[in-house]
């Protein structure tokens, strides 16, 4: 199953390794230097620039992209949780 992570993008949900709340999650030096590396590694992709991100994507196929998104997590949960119906 596919799902919308915003501006027209779609990911294979099986390759999906987290969602994650870009408040909370960028509250942890550790994660801000994660995504400091995977910035400096090209491999981040910003759905909607100009706008504020919500959340991040972690996804494993076919290389490690990391999605930074306008949606908040809990859309993206309740997206991904009507996908499996």
Do not use: C
């Amino acid at each position: 199953m596919y799902l919308h992570i915003g501006q027209d993008h779609l990911v294979d949900s099986r390759n999906i390794i987290g969602i994650f709340d870009m408040d909370t999650a960028t509250a942890q030096k550790n994660t801000r230097d994660f995504l400091k590396r995977v910035e400096q590694e090209g491999a981040v992709v910003t759905l909607q620039p100009g706008m504020i991100p919500k959340s991040f994507v972690l996804v494993d196929f076919p290389d490690n992209i990391l999605y930074i998104s306008p949606l908040a997590p809990a859309t993206l949960k309740a997206r991904s949780e009507q996908t499996l119906r």
